[in-house]
């Protein structure tokens, strides 16, 4: 199956559900690998570089800099910030 994809494999081999196929399927560990390191590059991205929304279109890290301990505290709602306001 080396970078077959898999729906073609389960066509071939007549399998009904890609549930079947992916039973007798094997990774080898350098795929395994490979693939880790592409979701660690993509989880970084998303988490240091991409901008959110609901950050006001700001990364994370920017948007944790220009926040004051005070006003970061507060919007989550601490309870101990309620209480001294």
Do not use: D
Not at 44 to 72: A, C, D, I, M, W
């Amino acid at each position: 199956m080396r970078g077959a994809p898999i729906k073609a494999v389960q066509e071939l081999l007549g399998h009904s559900t890609i549930l079947m196929t992916m039973r007798y399927a094997h990774l080898a560990p350098e795929v395994v690998w490979e693939t880790v390191a592409v979701i660690e590059t993509w989880r970084r991205h998303y988490n240091e570089v991409r901008p959110h929304s609901s950050l006001g279109y700001s990364t994370p890290q920017q948007f944790k800099q220009n926040q004051s301990p005070k006003q970061s505290t507060c919007e989550r709602g601490s309870s101990t910030e309620l209480l001294v306001h």
